[in-house]
């Protein structure tokens, strides 16, 4: 199966700074790279997805990155906010399933 | 803005007993998946359905774990007998259809075995 392995394990910023999360996967068959957000006590929630047909995507602050050659994919969020603060989740897909990074616990301190 | 349901929200029980949990997927979601998240890891899969048919039930530990989607709408996973090593987030997620398709999740089961 897939593995995917997410680095860093807990990553703090200053508001306003960027924070980078990075993954790297195993099987060139993925080829769907979704990024959840987890708030504390509360479901993951899907903030932004790249397909392999595409190098980058980005959403407002937030920006993913993908290098099928290496095989690894980021996530940038720029002007990071106190609400920013989660652990986030990188995903792979081939086929129907996703496997999922061990996540990121980012702080953004005040 | 419709949601994945789940309940119950925490359960609490003994090792050796039986336990079970309930999803309902956003409706006309063809796809629905129960994953196992451990506290500070992802969630992992264990179990795939299209329709009321098991696609993918690899990761699942049968001696003990089961899943039905009899009509092809709700779900119900269950666990007899529980072991200590069970206690885990039980998270329901369904897609409009399986192939790289978002996957919207429910709010989770955070199972508790003593």
């Known amino acids: 199966g897939e593995n995917v392995e997410q680095h860093p394990s807990t990553l703090s910023v200053q508001e306003g700074d960027s924070a980078v999360i990075k993954c790297t996967y195993s099987?060139?068959?993925?080829?769907?790279f979704p990024w959840y957000k987890q708030e504390l006590g509360k479901r993951p929630q899907l903030i932004i997805d790249i397909r392999s047909n595409v190098g980058e995507k980005k959403d407002q602050r937030i920006a993913v990155t993908l290098n099928k050659t290496a095989k690894h994919f980021s996530l940038h969020i720029t002007e990071t906010q106190p609400e920013d603060s989660a652990v986030y989740f990188c995903a792979a897909s081939i086929g129907n399933n996703l496997f999922f990074g061990t996540g990121t616990r980012l702080t953004v301190i005040p | 803005e419709a949601e994945v349901a789940q309940s119950p929200r925490y359960k609490i029980t003994e090792k050796s007993q039986a336990v079970a949990f309930w999803c309902d997927p956003i409706s006309g979601h063809a796809t629905l998946y129960w994953y196992r998240q451990i506290l500070g890891q992802g969630p992992e899969l264990l179990v795939q359905?299209?329709?009321?048919?098991?696609?993918?039930d690899s990761q699942l530990p049968k001696d003990r774990f089961s899943a039905e989607r009899l009509k092809g709408v709700d779900s119900t996973l269950k666990i007899q007998p529980a072991e200590l090593g069970d206690s885990a987030m039980y998270l329901c997620?369904?897609?409009?259809?399986?192939?790289?398709?978002?996957?919207?999740f429910g709010p989770g089961t955070r199972l508790t075995v003593l």
């Open positions: 997620a369904s897609s409009l259809f399986g192939l790289n398709n978002e996957q919207f």
């Open positions: 359905f299209q329709d009321e048919s098991v696609v993918d």
């Open positions: 099987d060139s068959a993925s080829n769907y």
